[in-house]
């Protein structure tokens, strides 16, 4: 079946050390991005890639960072710079014309 | 700037009750609409969606129409069940015709349906 797999569901983690989530789809689509969630805030958009070796930031990408050397994974770096990192992550892949489709999330923990 | 207002929950109906869930917008230029339900420990999923003024989108049961006028998407079902009990966005794309990925989503409304 074709989807998105987003591991591991749970992470937790000591304060000051960075993290990387994982995302990889095999939908074969172009663009893929990530986004936090936290509660009452809805979703806001960190990174997002339209084609492999090429990312821009979203509204919140300060403490963040990823790479995208394969069209079918685009991990996310939680670094120690980020202030907040414990949330909900989701990521998200999609075509021009086509709804986007979602992993089941990351929750992380930073303790 | 681009934004997406929705009524804050929690709402909480019986089963078969009337559902609507209000969504309102301001944006600049001509958005694409869309409702996306999360249930649960998933992801999101896309629920319907409207490109245009006046389009109607529906699924499952669900519609909501694209009211330019008032710049509303508001969600509607007749008859809810115990099974729609999830979080409802209402969120908005600029990128008419591009990728659908840089949406600006609202905070999300939770519906919890009781039998």
């Known amino acids: 079946d074709g989807g998105i797999t987003q591991s591991p569901k749970y992470l937790f983690r000591k304060e000051g050390q960075n993290v990387t989530l994982s995302c990889e789809q095999n939908?074969?689509?172009?663009?893929m991005y990530w986004y936090r969630q936290d509660p009452g805030q809805g979703l806001r958009l960190i990174y997002y890639s339209q084609i492999v070796n090429d990312f821009q930031k979203g509204d919140i990408a300060e403490g963040y960072s990823v790479s995208r050397e394969k069209k079918e994974s685009f991990p996310l770096t939680v670094t120690s710079a980020q202030k907040n990192p414990t949330a909900f992550y989701l990521c998200?892949?999609?075509?021009?014309?086509?709804?986007?489709?979602f992993g089941n999330g990351t929750r992380l923990t930073v303790t | 700037g681009n934004s997406v207002t929705q009524m804050e929950g929690p709402v909480t109906l019986s089963e078969e009750a009337f559902l609507t869930i209000n969504c309102t917008y301001t944006a600049t230029g001509y958005p694409s609409l869309f409702w996306y339900v999360q249930y649960p420990g998933e992801g999101l999923q896309l629920l319907l969606k409207?490109?245009?003024?006046?389009d109607k989108g529906s699924n499952k049961g669900f519609e909501a129409t694209y009211r330019k006028e008032t710049t509303s998407f508001h969600l509607e079902k007749g008859s809810v069940q115990v099974s729609d009990s999830a979080v409802y966005f209402c969120?908005?794309?600029?990128?008419?015709?591009?990728?659908?990925?840089?949406?600006?989503f609202g905070k999300g409304t939770k519906l919890s349906v009781k039998p």
């Open positions: 969120a908005l794309s600029l990128n008419y015709g591009g990728s659908q990925g840089n949406l600006i």
């Open positions: 409207a490109t245009k003024a006046d």
């Open positions: 939908l074969n689509h172009d663009a």
């Open positions: 998200a892949s999609g075509t021009r014309n086509s709804p986007l489709h």
